[in-house]
C-alpha cells in the first residue's frame, strides 16, 4: 500500500533518509537553526483506515524552529527572503490561493504568513529527488480545515513538486485541475467538498498515482475506462452521481478496495471483473442502478472479503461459483431482483470459509439449501422478503406471483460449474463458526469506512 509509505515521494525509506541527512546538512551549513529543536516529522494523512496504519512523512523542512524573518521594509518579498526559489514561488502560490479562500472557520489561513511555508498549518516540506538541497512543499493535508474555495486550480496545479494532497472535509467547488505538471505526484484526495463536472481525465496520465479519492463530491457522468487501468492501490468514487454503465475493462483495476456505492452506475457487473481475483479484496458496488446477472466470474476473487452489490436491479440465479469465495465475510446480495435457489454452497463458506454475514433480504429467492437453515438462525442469513414458501416476513403472494409471471428483462443462465475444490466441512460441523466466533467489534473494512463523510483519524 502506498498510503503506508513513509516519504511523500515514491522513492521510499532509502531516498527518505538520504534525503534527511541532507537536509541536515544543508541546515549546518547554512544556518544555526537548533537541529535538537523538536520537529513535527511525521502527520498523520488520515487515508480513512482510520488504524493509524496510514502515516506520511511531512519532513519539516527548510529551518523552521527558527523565527520566520520580519520584513522590515514593507516591500514585495524577494527570493533572498527564502531559503531556496522552490519556497519562494510556493509562498506566491499560496498567497494568491489564501486570497480566493471565502472560510476558514479553524482560522488556519491566520498561520500562512512569512516567508517560511513550510510552516504554515497544512504544509509539509521535503525536498525533491532531484534536488536534494531545496526542501519545498511536496505535501499538503488540509484534512478537516473546512476552507471554502471557489476552486483549487491554480494552486495546487502550480506547486510543481507536490507529491499529496489530501483535502477531505472542505468545502472546494470546481473541477480538478491538470496535474500532468507534477512529476512526483501520487495521492489525491479531495473525498467530502463540493467539486462537480466529469470524471477528471486529467488525473489519467498520472502514471505515479496510487492513491484516488473522489467521494463525497458531485462528479457526474461516465468513469473513463483507463482509470482501471492505473496501477492504484485505493480507489473511492462512491457518493457522486456517476451515471454510465461500468467499464467492460473494470477486472484491469490493480486496487484492493473499490467503492462505486451510491452512484448511478448502470449495466452489468462487467465479467472481466475475474481478472482482478488476485488483488481486489473489497468492492461496493452498493446502491447503484446496475442491472444484468450475477456473472460467475465473481466467484473467482479469491482476496475478497468484502462483496456488496445491494440495492440495485441485478436479476437472475446466484452463480454456484459463489461457493468459491473463501475469504468472504460480507457478502451482501440485498435489494435486487435476484430468484432461484439461495446454493447449499454458499452457505457453506460461513462453515468452510469465512462468511459471517449474507445478506439476501428484498429478493424473490424461492427455496435455500440445506446449510442455509443453520445460518438463518445464528442471523448470518437474511432472507426476509423473499418469496420462500412457510418462511416469516417473505413478500405477499401477489406480489411473488407477479414478477415471476412478468417477462424479466433477462435470461440469465444457471451456471453449475464451479470452478473450484469445494472444501469438505469440517467432522464435527455442530455449530458455525460464526456461532463459535467470539463476539467481537466487527472488523475494520476499509470500504465500508468510505461510506462516511469524514475520515477516521
Ligand atoms: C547564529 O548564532 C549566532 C551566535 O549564537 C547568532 O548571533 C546569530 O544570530 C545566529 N544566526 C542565525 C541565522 O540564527
Ligand atoms: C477564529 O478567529 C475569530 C476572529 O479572530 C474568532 O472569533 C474565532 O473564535 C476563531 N476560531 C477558532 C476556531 O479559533
Ligand atoms: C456543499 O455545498 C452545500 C450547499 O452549498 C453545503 O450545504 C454543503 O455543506 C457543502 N459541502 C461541504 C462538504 O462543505
Ligand atoms: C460551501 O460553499 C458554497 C458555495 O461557495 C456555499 O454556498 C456554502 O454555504 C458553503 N457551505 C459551507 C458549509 O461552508
Ligand atoms: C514517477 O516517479 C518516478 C520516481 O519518483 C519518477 O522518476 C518518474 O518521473 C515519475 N513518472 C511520472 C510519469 O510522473
Ligand atoms: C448523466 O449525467 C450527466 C451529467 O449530469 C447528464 O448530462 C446525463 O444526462 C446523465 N445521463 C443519464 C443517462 O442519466
Ligand atoms: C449484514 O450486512 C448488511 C448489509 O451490509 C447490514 O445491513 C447488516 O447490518 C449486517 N448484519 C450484521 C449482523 O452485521
Redesign the pocket.
Known sequence: MATGESCCYCVKLLVLLITFLHRSSFLHAHSNTSLLAPQRETIEIGVGTGSGTDIGIGGGGGGEGSAPPLSTCGCEPQPSDFLNLKQYYAYIVIQLFKKTITCDPNNVTQTWVGYRPCTYQGFYCEAPPDSPDTPTIASIDFNGFHLCAPTIAGFIDKLPDLALFHANSNNFTGTIPDLTGLQYFYELDVSNNNMSGPFPNDVLPLANLTFLDLRFNLFAGAVPPSIFSLDLDVLFLNNNFFNQSLPFNLGSTQVAYLTLANNGFTGPIPRSISNAGSTLREVLFLNNRLSGCLPYEIGLLSEATVF?A?FNQITGPIPLSFGCLQKVE?L?L?GNLLYGNVPDVVCRLAKTGQLA?L?LSGNYFTSIGYSCWELIKS?VL?VRQNCIPGFPDQRRPDECWWFFTHPRHYFCPFFHYIPCKCPVAPATPATTKAMQRPAVA?PPYMAYKALHQRHGK
Open positions: 456488496d445491494g460480507q451482501n440485498a454475514n445478506s442471523g437474511d466487527s
